[in-house]
């Protein structure tokens, strides 16, 4: 299933192009690594993939409901709520106001309210769909892959390391259920371990995946295929990161051929 389809898109700072003509078609449960030099445009191709950014040629066209999430290279988790409460907040915000709301019209479905109870059932379903009983274990699991014991779980996040908040923001990242996940050096801030059940957790997604990172072992075991920002061009390539420098230089030797 298509989920972003770009189309000639082109964008420039004040006059200078940064890139032109990029067309990219982005189906569920694809896995792109997003490379380049720096100030190549990879940043900028992702703002305006979310939206937050306008295309000065071509277009985006984002399929009905799809949804896109972006996690910036500094973005991170900071409140006085505790840690846990804090990402399942994130992740699950719109979840958690169903529940709350089942909670409400639970109380109604012995007054004999037959609106109450249509409304109830529609809801109930749901949030059964989108496995909201298993909400709480979800959470534990990503803080545990991401590497925070048991005993930082309720610890106010104001109070953590900035790594740590990082990390944090991460799992809720992971947790919501976009369906196009875009993320800018998600490895910053991990161990091996933290690292590995990253790379696990991403190829399990079942939505599509968007990253930029220098960690190129982690773009060859969590991404599939690999987009070159490169001279203004996107260029597509199959296989992660080491398979991309291979061909990337067979390319160029062509060309000096």
Do not use: C
């Amino acid at each position: 299933m298509s989920l972003l389809t770009l189309q000639n898109l082109g964008f420039d700072y004040g006059g200078q192009p940064v890139f032109s003509g990029v067309n990219l078609t982005v189906h569920r449960g694809e896995r792109y690594g997003l490379v380049g030099a720096n100030g190549a445009g990879k940043s900028t191709l992702m703002r305006l993939i979310i939206g937050e950014m306008d295309p000065v040629t071509g277009k985006l066209e984002r399929s009905a409901r799809v949804t896109v999430g972006y996690l910036e290279q500094d973005t991170v988790l900071d409140t006085d709520r505790p840690l846990r409460e804090a990402v399942r907040q994130r992740a699950f915000g719109e979840l958690l106001e169903i529940e709350a709301e089942l909670e409400v019209l639970g109380q109604k479905l012995g007054d004999d309210d037959a609106a109450a109870l249509e409304r109830y059932g529609h809801l109930h379903e749901r949030f059964e769909q989108a496995d909201g009983y298993t909400m709480d274990s979800r959470t534990e699991a990503a803080l545990h892959g991401l590497g925070f014991p048991q005993d930082r779980l309720d610890q106010p996040v104001n109070t953590l390391s900035g790594g740590q908040k990082r990390r944090a923001a991460l799992a809720a990242m992971l947790l919501a259920p976009f369906d196009v996940l875009l993320v800018d050096e998600p490895t910053n801030h991990l161990d091996l371990e933290a690292r590995e059940w990253l790379e696990s957790h991403l190829r399990d997604r079942p939505g599509a995946l968007i990253a930029i990172s220098h960690d190129r072992a982690f773009l060859d075991q969590a991404t599939a295929y690999t987009l070159h920002l490169v001279n203004g061009r996107l260029n597509r390539f199959t296989g992660g990161y080491t398979k991309f420098q291979k061909a990337w230089r067979e390319q160029k030797a062509q060309w000096e051929e």
